[in-house]
Structures are given as structure tokens and as C-alpha cells.
């Protein structure tokens, strides 16, 4: 089982960049990278949407999103800077710059909720190997700008 979670994992980064190219080919195409991210949220709104009645998910369960902290809701604004962002970034420094950072990114935050078990994941404290890992991505990022 871990293992074909690991596999998605995999898969759902290799679909990054191939999602920023075709925002990017829309945003283009439409002159606007703010609308070209609403058509790709649009999308997926209704993908969701169909999936759920497909898969026969209780949408009742939904009502319960208005008992969140407001602070739950702002994953949507989170969604669209960063897909707003790599449409704008990708065409002008490259899918392997962009997501480079985009990596680096993830995992200095990543390390923090660990460390901190913030947002209820579990606690993972700070050590010299993850440390090493981040400075290892961010090598990488410095190789790929400069070559």
C-alpha cells in the first residue's frame, strides 16, 4: 500500500509542470494568467464535481465547511497564487528553474510543519540530514540557473 502512495506522490509531481506548461499555453492564448488559473480552478471544479457524483461521495458532508476556522478557507487564495505563479513564472524561467524553487519551497515549509506539527501533522524534529536535503535541493536550483 505504501508503495502505490509513494507512486502518486510521484505522479502528482511529474503533473505539476505539465499543468504550469498548459496554464501557461492558456494564459497566453487568452493574454491574461489570472484568467487562464480561473479556467484551470473552473475545470477542476467540475472534474471534482462529477467525480463526487460518480463516486457517490455524500455531499451533505459539505455543510460542515462553514464550522472551519477562517483560516481553513484561505487554501483557496494559497491555490491560486501558486497556480497563478507558475503560469506566469514557467514561460519566463523554465519548467526546471520554476519547479526547482517550487521544490525548495515545499520542503523548507514542510520541514517547519514537521518540525513544529503544524497543522496536526506529527511531529518530525529538525535534523542535520534535513537540513543537508534542503541544502542539496537548493544546490541543484543554483547548478540549473547557472547552467
Known amino acids: 500500500m505504501k508503495l502505490i502512495l509513494l507512486f502518486i506522490a510521484l505522479v502528482a509531481g511529474m503533473l505539476a509542470p505539465l499543468q504550469a506548461g498548459l496554464n501557461g499555453k ?28 460518480a463516486t457517490r461521495v455524500d ?8 464550522d472551519t476556522h477562517w483560516s481553513v478557507w484561505s487554501a483557496g ?5 501558486y497556480v497563478t505563479a507558475t503560469i506566469i513564472l514557467t514561460p519566463r ?25 503544524l497543522l496536526g501533522v506529527s511531529v518530525q524534529s529538525l535534523s ?17 540557473r547557472k547552467f
Open 128 to 144: 542535520w540530514q534535513r537540513l543537508a536535503g534542503i541544502a542539496l535541493i537548493t544546490a541543484g536550483v543554483i547548478l540549473i
Open 77 to 81: 487564495f494559497l491555490g491560486a497564487f
Open 26 to 53: 492558456m494564459g497566453r492564448a487568452i493574454e491574461s494568467p489570472v484568467y487562464a488559473a480561473l479556467i484551470s480552478f473552473a475545470v477542476g471544479t467540475l472534474v471534482l464535481f462529477f467525480y463526487a457524483l
Open 59 to 66: 455531499l451533505t458532508n459539505i455543510r460542515h465547511a462553514t
Open 93 to 117: 524561467l523554465g519548467a526546471t528553474l520554476t519547479f526547482g524553487l517550487v521544490v525548495a519551497g515545499q520542503l523548507v515549509m514542510a520541514t517547519l510543519m514537521d518540525h513544529f506539527g
